[in-house]
């Protein structure tokens, strides 16, 4: 299953943005989904996951201005982020949740934060 993810873009703080990830095949494939973000000089984190079931996780950073969820009929999983701030520049991900070692990384969407 291929994973693109698309939505970033340029906004000022306090504004939002969609991510969408479009599944080349069904998302049922893997346990779980997730968004993850890589800023310039920092490692890549998690910042939000959807299970099956649909249980949702949240990195602290984002938790109450971020919402993942998921349209299985169209195989998408979006990222609605809210309350934009600067540190939330980086590079965004889709994937499956948990990833492994050897987990393949498309080339995500870039989002920036104007202050």
């Known amino acids: 299953v291929q994973l693109q993810a698309s939505g970033g873009g340029l906004v000022q703080a306090g504004g939002s943005l969609r991510l969408s990830c479009a599944a080349s095949g069904s998302i049922f494939s893997f346990n779980g989904m997730g968004w993850y973000r890589q800023a310039p000089g920092k490692q890549r984190e998690l910042v939000a996951s959807?299970?099956?079931?649909?249980?949702?996780t949240y990195a602290d950073s984002v938790q109450g201005r971020f919402s993942i969820s998921t349209d299985n009929a169209r195989n998408t999983v979006y990222l609605q982020m809210n309350n934009l701030k600067p540190e939330d520049t980086a590079v965004y991900y889709c994937?499956?949740?948990?990833?492994?070692?050897?987990?393949?990384w498309g080339q995500g969407t870039q989002v920036t934060v104007s202050s």
């Open positions: 994937n499956r949740a948990p990833v492994t070692a050897t987990t393949y």
């Open positions: 959807i299970t099956l079931f649909g249980r949702t």
